[in-house]
């Protein structure tokens, strides 16, 4: 069981490149996440995704984009890159709901990118 | 607008118990409340989650009084490899989107010899 993992570690662009980001989950889990975090500002949730084929809003939605169309898969897209965007990005699995009550998010290595 | 609040940092010694405590005022119905610790270059890791009361497992104690609007993360007799950032979540307990989920900032917990 590899769990969460994500593809690639680093990444160097420059302002105006695209890229994907790639995570992969072996737990059949149904949600799955992206987050970025930044010093001093924690996670911050940017898009979602409750099942194959639906994607959702979160907190940072702006200036990516996103695609579920495997079940186990989540993509994050930059399609024109910016300084702003340098960040680690996290992906995360979960089921719906857990023994405790609701769902517990298992985490990927996470993604260290720099836009210059 | 909902906030997760906890303290930015945390000092502590081996062997010693600690406590985090996390502010959540706005909490609804529905919601639970989640610990999580992250280690440097690592994503972070489900600690303990609980509704009310006491919830304890084999790392830690979740005390969430009755009114839930604060909950208290402790950690018994850490230890050096306890020096971690650890986060507070709330997160709704409902399938389906309009998932909310709001994290804390993260206490970044030193252990000392």
């Known amino acids: 069981n590899a769990g969460v993992t994500q593809t690639p570690k680093f990444r160097v662009l420059k302002t105006g490149q695209s890229m994907t980001l790639l995570c992969a989950q072996d737990?059949?889990?149904?949600?799955m996440y992206w987050y970025r975090q930044d010093p001093g500002m924690g996670l911050r949730l940017i898009h979602y995704s409750v099942g194959e084929g639906t994607t959702a809003k979160g907190e940072v939605p702006d200036g990516y984009n996103v695609s579920r169309l495997k079940k186990q898969n989540f993509l994050l897209g930059l399609e024109s890159a910016a300084p702003s965007q340098t960040s680690v990005y996290f992906c995360a699995s979960s089921y719906p709901f857990s023994l405790a009550g609701a769902d517990t998010q298992y985490f990927g290595p996470g993604t260290r990118l720099t836009v210059l | 607008l909902a906030k997760t609040t906890q303290p930015i940092s945390m000092d502590s010694y081996e062997g010693q118990e600690v406590n985090i405590t996390c502010s959540h005022n706005n909490i609804a119905t529905n919601d639970y409340i989640t610990w999580y610790q992250q280690f440097p270059s690592q994503g972070p890791r489900f600690i303990i989650q609980?509704?009310?009361?006491?919830v304890t497992n084999e790392v830690a104690s979740l005390f969430i009084p009755a009114d839930r609007k604060s909950s208290t993360l402790s950690l018994p007799r850490v230890s050096l490899s306890d020096t971690a950032v650890y986060y507070c979540?709330?997160?709704?307990?409902?399938?389906?989107?309009?998932?909310?989920?709001?994290w804390g900032l993260g206490t970044s917990l030193a252990v000392n010899p």
């Open positions: 979540l709330v997160v709704t307990s409902y399938a389906g989107n309009n998932r909310k989920l709001i």
């Open positions: 609980g509704y009310k009361t006491k």
């Open positions: 737990m059949n889990h149904e949600y």
